[in-house]
């Protein structure tokens, strides 16, 4: 038995590699440890989209080193380094560089020819010869075919699937369309049969994965058909899909939304910023109007629906006017969780090079603004939920004795004093109290469960 540690940064796309890595790599004998320091291979699933994330991999590498010599020192043999994702993808040669510690980068479409490449440096063992690079030839086919033939294991209630990896939007701050390469989905059948799996694992809600999930189209699947045909699969009662762009937002996917019972309400619907003028700088392709519109188009299709949002404050050029269009946005669209992050100037990306960056000093000022306003908002969403009756999923214990933890509907975190027993089940709570990022709840009957919730 070897041991194997990943840590994983970034995004939930990670996350599903992350597992899909594991997956592949417990044929070879590697079974999941969560304790470095033993480890005989450790991955660094890497994020690249703002400047921390990638000063995390290199710190991260630092500690790996340590334990590797005294791992060595003990006499307890080697430790294999891989650094994986996004920043391996786009910084492979620094790494290798900077970093000896690290043995092998792989880029994200090159995960399915790990097993090699650790056969590889593991029979040069300790005279190996290090500078073992795959990088992705953006070949995202051979990569799912690879891990097809890989059994998905899969424990808990909640998992995420990939459906669909790449962007083609090119938005000016972003890396992805440079680390993840061009849009592309996979099919449809392969997708049912990995939800078929882990529902028979006992997995009762997915979340569909895409950069640009909502783009999703496989010779005639749109994302909207196969969640319709996911909701028919026994054992899978709910499904959620992240992350959509704007513009790529659907007729079938609003009707999806009033129709499909299994569709969690609530939609990731980043929009960045609210002043046109920054929004055409960034190459969303949506203005604020069009955004706003959108939303009321949802609303309309599912009333309550949780909407929730990424923004960028200090893009370059953005004045106090185009910030305070931001908030006015923000205002109008009422969100039950967002996300703000300060601009991070991303090497090799458009915006990077474009005049008038906006000082620190006024990114952090805005940032506390916006957050203020954010903060409020989740508030006074969860709010609204006290006295509902909602259908919680049980999916872990809690931190004090007696209790469990599970999501609503619109994500929420609900805390209550239940029998473990109810873990993987689905059971109505009257939510008795909120704060701005949990609920509390007692358990209820399914008679009383709110409004457009009653199955
Ligand atoms: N594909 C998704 C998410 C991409 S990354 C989308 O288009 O919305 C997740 C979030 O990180 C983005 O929505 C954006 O808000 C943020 N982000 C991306 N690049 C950034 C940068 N250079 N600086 C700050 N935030 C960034
Ligand atoms: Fe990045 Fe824009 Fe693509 Fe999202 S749509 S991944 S923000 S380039
Ligand atoms: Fe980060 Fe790559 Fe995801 S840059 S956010 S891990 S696609």
């Not at 593991?122 to 992705?136: D, I, K, M, T, Y």
């Not at 992805?176 to 529902?199: F, K, N």
């Not at 054992?235 to 996917?253: A, F, Q």
């Not at 000093?361 to 954010?374: F, H, I, M, P, S």
Request: with cysteine; net charge positive; glycine share 8%.
């Amino acid at each position: 038995m070897k041991r194997l540690f990943i840590k994983t940064y970034g995004c939930q796309m990670n996350v599903y590699d992350s597992e899909r890595m594991a997956d592949v790599l417990r044929p070879l004998g590697y079974v999941s440890t969560d304790r470095p320091d033993d480890a005989d291979l450790v991955v660094l699933n890497t994020c690249h989209i703002r400047e921390k994330a990638t000063e995390k991999t290199y710190a991260e590498l630092g500690r790996i080193k340590a334990l590797q010599r005294a791992k060595a020192g003990d006499g307890r043999g080697g430790m294999t380094v891989a650094v994986a994702g996004c920043v391996a993808q786009a910084e492979g040669a620094e790494i290798m560089a900077r970093a000896p510690v690290v043995d092998l980068v792989v880029g994200p479409q090159s995960y399915h020819q790990l097993p090699e490449l650790i056969a590889q440096a593991e029979q040069a063992g300790a005279s190996r010869p290090r500078g073992e690079r795959l990088l992705a030839e953006f070949a995202p086919e051979a990569k799912f075919d690879r891990l097809e033939g890989a059994t998905r294991r899969r424990s808990g209630y909640s998992a995420f699937l990939t459906v669909q990896e790449g962007c083609d939007k090119f938005c000016t701050f972003c890396v992805v369309p440079y680390t993840r390469g061009a849009e592309w989905s996979r099919p449809a059948g392969d997708i049912i049969r990995e939800a078929t799996g882990l529902a028979q694992q006992g997995v009762r809600e997915v979340t569909l994965l895409g950069q640009n999930v909502n783009a999703y189209l496989n010779n005639g699947w749109t994302l909207a058909r196969l969640i319709r045909t996911l909701a028919a699969i026994p054992g899978l009662d709910r499904i959620r899909y992240t992350t959509s762009h704007p513009r790529d937002m659907s007729e079938d996917l609003f009707a999806a939304h009033a129709e499909v019972q299994a569709l969690m309400p609530y939609l990731h619907l980043p929009v960045q910023a609210g002043s046109d003028r920054v929004l055409k700088a960034m190459n969303r392709a949506h203005t604020a109007e069009s955004y706003l519109r959108t939303v009321e188009r949802m609303r309309a299709a599912r009333p309550d629906i949780a909407i929730s949002g990424d923004f960028i404050v200090g893009f370059p050029g953005e004045s106090e006017a185009d910030f305070e269009a931001t908030l006015d946005l923000v205002r109008a669209v009422r969100h039950a969780s967002a996300y703000a992050f300060k601009y991070s100037p991303r090497p090799g990306t458009p915006a990077a090079a474009m005049g008038r960056q906006v000082p620190e000093a006024v990114k952090n000022e805005r940032l506390q603004r916006l957050g203020a306003l954010l903060e409020a908002q989740m508030t006074e969403f969860n709010l609204a939920q006290v006295g509902r009756t909602l259908p919680v999923l049980f999916d872990r214990r809690g931190r004090r004795p007696g209790q469990i933890a599970g999501k609503s509907p619109y994500l929420q975190s609900v805390h209550l004093q239940a029998p473990d027993t109810l873990l993987g089940q689905i059971a109505p709570v009257t939510i008795t109290a909120a704060a701005s990022r949990s609920l509390t709840g007692v358990l209820a009957q399914p008679a009383e469960l709110s409004g457009e919730l009653a199955a």
